[in-house]
C-alpha cells in the first residue's frame, strides 16, 4: 500500500521549524560577521591615516604626491566640495576657500588678465577645475584640456570687459588650435622689431662672400689666429668657412649626446623630447661675430660715453691710425663731408669731433649692422633682438629636436639669387633680409599638431613624430605676458614655494 | 506581476544614464559622482539597497501584513538589480579608488549571488518535485530516516522475529518508538488480506501502513536470518549514516562513515542490482518484504539528494546576505567620506 501524504506528514514533529536549520543558522552568523567587518573596516578608514589611501580616487601626481597617504586635508577641506561641477561646488565661498588653500600657502600664481577680464569672471574659477589630481603619480597637472580654455575663449567678448579689438589674437574667438575652430596665425610674428642688418643667406654661404660672384669670400687663415680653433672642423676643401646654425646660436640648456643637430646639413633623427631647452641664447659679437668682423680692439657695445673715455686715451695718431685703416683712400665717399683724414685728426686731437660719429659713417664699423641711435647717450640704436618670439606662448627647441632647423626657419636658407641685389654690385639686401621673420607661421605648426585625435593617428602613419595641439602645448594660464616681450624669459607657470614645499618634506620625514 | 518593476527599474537606469550624459555634456565634463545628478543617481541607488536590505526585518514584521510578499519579491528582484547600473552611472564609469572599488565589487557579488539564487530556486524546486517524490523536511530527514529504520526492523520482528543472535550490532533506537504492531488482517476494498502493520505510531498516526503480504506466504526461519543479516550489515547502516547513534557501548559515527562509501547500495543502479540479487537468494514469499526494503533505501537516497539540492538551494543565502549587509554598513561610511571629501 502506497504511503499517503497525511502518514507522511505525521512522521515530522509538529514544532519542527521551531528545530535547528544550519542553513539560518549560517545566514545569521554570516551576516553578523559581516556587520563586524564592515564596521571594522569603516573605523578604520575614518580613523587610520592608511585608510586615507583606500578612500583616495586615484594616486596623487609627483608635486603632490608627498600627500597621497596623510595629506588629505591639505587641499580637501572638511565638507566644502572641491570640484567646481560638484553638489554645491560652484558656490563662490567654496571655491574661494578652495583656492587659498592651494594659492598662498604653497602656490603663489597669478591672475588671469585680471585687468582685461570683466569683474567676477575669474573668482569662479576654480584650481581644482583645470588642474584635475588623483589621476596617477605621472600625471601633468599641467595639462589642461582645451575646453577648460574655450569655455571663455570661444566667447571672449563675454567675458572681457572692454571693446574686442578685432586685429588682437588675444580677442578672437578660439575654440581650439585647427584652422577651422579660429586660431589665428601669430602675432607675435607680423613683423620683426630688430634693428641688425644681417644677412643669414650670405652667412651660410661658403666664405660669407659679401658679393654674388664669392670673390671676397673669407678663408680660415683671413681670420685672427684666436678664432681659429672654433671653425676649423667648418672649413671646406678651399679652406672657406662653412657656417652652420649652431656656430652663433647656442642652446640654453646643454643636451649631452644630442649636439651638431643644428648643422645645416644634418639630417635630425633625434627621439629626445626635452622641456629644458626652450630656446637659444642671444648672439654675442665677441663670440660669435668677432672673428670676421674685427674691431681692432675697441670693445664693441660701448656707449657713447664710454667711447669718449677711450678715445681720451688714445693719441691722435693712434686714432690716425685706426682711422686710416678704417677709412681707405678707395672709399673717399664714405669719409664724412670729404673732410680728409688729416683734418679729421685734428679736429679729434682738438677733441672737436667725436670718434663715434665718425665711425657710424662707415660700413665697415658700427653702421655695417646698427643703425644709428637717436638717443643723446648711445651710438646705435637698440637691436631689439628677440630671444622670445610668441609672446603669449611657450615655445620649447627641445621638444623640436627631430625636425631640422630649415623646417621652420626656410627663410634664413634662401638662395644667394633671392638675396643678393645685382643692381648694387657687391651687396647684399641685409636690411630687407633682416626685415624678415624667419620663423615659419601656425601653418607650419598645423602640419604635426593635429587637433583632431582621428587625423593624428592617420597622419602618423607617415608622418612619426605628429603631436597633440592643446592649447597648454604652448600657452600659460598663470602669467599674464610681460610688457616688454623681446626681453622677456622663460615664466614658470605655477611659482612655487619651495622652501615651505623643503620644510614641509622634512617634517614629513621627521619621526 | 514583473513588468511594473522591470518598467521601473529600466526607466531609473535610462533616466539616470541620459542625465548624467546631458549634465556632463552641458558642463563638458566627464561625469562623476559629485556632481549634481551623480548625487541624485546615487542617493536612488542606495535608497533602493536599503529597500534591499529591509527584506530582513520585513520577516520580523511580517504579522502586520504590510505588504504581499511576492510583490515586495519582486521589487526586491528588479529594483536590487537596477542598483548595479545605477552605481556605475552615479560613479561617472569609473571604480575610483580602493574603497569605491571594494563597494563595487561587493555590490557585482550580491547581485551575482542573488541571481544566481534566483534561477536556482526557479530550476531546482521543479526539479525536485519531479524526481524526489520522497521530499521531507530537510531539517527532518534523520528523524525521518530512523522512523524508516524502526518500520523496517518492526516488519523484520513481525515477519521473522526478533533479529537473530550473533548478527552485527543495531543502534539502540528505543527512544524513536512506542508502539509495535503484528500481522493483521485488513479490508482492501470487497476483500479482506493480511497485512503488516507498521507506522510512525509513535506519533499522531494510529492507524500506521500497512504493507500487504501474499494469503499463504509463510516467513521461514532460513529468509529471516539472511534478510536480518543483509539489513544490520547494509541496510539500516545506510539508511542511518551520518546520524548519530548509539551503539550500546559507544557512539560509532566514524564507523558509519567508514562503512557508508563502501556500502553496496550507495547509488540508484548499485541498489537495484543488490536488491536484485538479494531477491535471489531469499523465497518467493520474501518479496514484498525486499520490495519495502528496497523502498525504503530508494528513500534514504533521494533525501541525499534532497540534502545536496537544498544546499544549493539554500546555501547561497548566507554570501549573499552577509554581503549585503557588508555593503549596508560601507554605504554608510562612503556616503560620510563622500560628504567630507567631496
Known sequence: MQENGSQRAVKIERFYHQAFDRFIYRKRWMSFLGFLVGIGYSIWLLLSSNGALQVSTGVLSQPHFAWNKTGCEKCHLPNVPIRKDAWGGDRIEHIRDNNKNCNGECHAVTGHFEAKTKTGVLETESCSTCHREHLGFDRNLVEVYDSECSRC???????????????????????????????????????????????????????????????????????????????????????????????????????????????????PTASIQSTDHMLYKPVEFDKHCAACHDLDGLAHGLDRKQMN?????????????????RFTEAEPDSLVEGKMLKEI???????????????????????????????????????????????????????????????????????????????????????????????????????????????????????????????????????????????VGIVDPVAVNLGDFQRFLASEKAP | MHLGSIVLAVAMIAAGAFWQAWH??????????????????????????????????RKWLRRFRLFPTKYWMVAHIWLGLATGPLAFIHSGYRLGGTFSTTLMVLLLFVLLSGIYGWVIQMVLPRWMLGNLPYETITGQIDDVSIQAALNARRMLTVAYGPKPEGLQKLPNLDGFVSDMSGVVTVRQGRQEVRAIVIGAVQRRDTKGLHIEI????????????????????????????????????????????ETSPKSPISTRQKMIDWFSMLRDSCSSSTRTIVNHLEKLTEQRLQYDAQRRAQSWLHGWIAFHASASVVLGVLLVAHIVLALKYM
Not at chain 1, 622689431?193 to 678663408?219: C, E, L, V
Not at chain 1, 681720451?312 to 686714432?319: A, F, G, N, Y
Not at chain 1, 641685409?430 to 624667419?438: A, P, R, Y
Request: aromatic share 6%; proline share 6%; glycine share 6%.
Open chain 2, 214 to 257: 501474499d494469503s499463504g506466504n509463510e516467513f521461514n526461519e532460513e529468509d529471516g536470518r539472511e534478510l536480518w543479516g543483509q539489513y544490520a550489515t547494509v541496510i539500516e547502516p545506510f539508511m542511518l549514516r551520518g546520524i548519530p547513534l548509539s551503539y550500546g557501548e559507544a557512539t560509532s559515527p566514524q564507523a558509519q562513515k
Open chain 1, 153 to 267: 575663449h570661444a566667447d571672449i567678448a563675454s567675458v572681457a570687459n572692454h571693446p574686442v579689438a578685432p586685429d588682437s589674437n588675444a580677442q578672437q574667438p578660439i575654440s581650439n588650435f585647427s584652422a577651422e575652430n579660429g586660431h589665428p596665425n601669430f602675432a607675435s610674428l607680423k613683423h620683426d622689431p630688430g634693428t641688425i642688418h644681417f644677412s643669414h643667406a650670405q652667412h651660410m654661404r661658403p666664405g660669407q662672400p659679401k658679393s654674388p660672384n664669392g670673390a671676397d669670400a673669407k678663408k680660415l687663415d683671413m681670420i685672427p689666429e684666436k678664432f681659429r680653433g672654433l671653425y676649423q672642423d667648418r672649413v671646406d676643401a678651399n679652406q672657406l668657412i662653412q657656417l652652420t646654425c649652431s656656430n652663433c646660436h647656442a642652446r640654453d640648456v646643454e643636451l649631452k649626446g644630442y649636439e651638431g643637430l643644428e648643422l645645416a646639413d644634418s639630417t
Open chain 1, 309 to 325: 673715455e677711450a678715445i681720451k686715451e688714445l693719441t691722435p695718431r693712434k686714432i690716425l691710425e685706426y682711422l686710416k685703416k
Open chain 1, 345 to 487: 685728426a685734428e679736429e679729434i686731437d682738438g677733441r672737436k669731433t667725436r670718434l663715434d660719429a665718425i665711425l657710424m659713417q662707415s660700413e665697415k664699423t658700427c653702421a655695417k649692422c646698427h643703425e644709428p641711435s637717436k638717443e643723446p647717450n648711445a651710438i646705435v640704436a637698440p637691436s631689439h633682438l628677440k630671444r622670445k618670439w610668441l609672446r603669449d606662448a611657450s615655445f620649447t627647441h627641445g621638444a623640436h629636436l627631430m625636425v631640422s632647423c630649415k623646417d621652420c626657419h626656410a627663410e634664413a636658407y634662401k638662395s644667394p639669387s633671392e638675396v643678393y641685389d645685382n643692381a648694387i654690385a657687391g651687396n647684399t639686401k641685409s636690411k630687407e633680409e633682416s626685415s624678415i621673420v624667419m620663423i615659419a607661421g601656425i601653418t607650419k605648426c598645423r602640419e604635426c599638431h593635429i587637433q583632431d585625435a582621428h587625423l593624428r593617428s592617420q597622419k602618423f602613419a607617415t608622418l612619426k613624430h605628429v603631436a597633440t595641439a592643446d592649447c597648454v602645448d604652448c600657452h600659460r594660464y598663470h602669467s599674464d605676458p610681460p610688457k616688454n616681450s623681446a626681453s
Open chain 2, 24 to 57: 556632463s555634456h552641458q558642463a563638458d565634463r566627464s561625469p562623476t559622482g559629485s556632481s549634481w545628478p551623480g548625487i541624485v543617481i546615487g542617493s536612488v541607488a542606495a535608497g533602493i539597497i536599503l529597500f534591499e536590505l529591509l527584506l530582513w526585518p
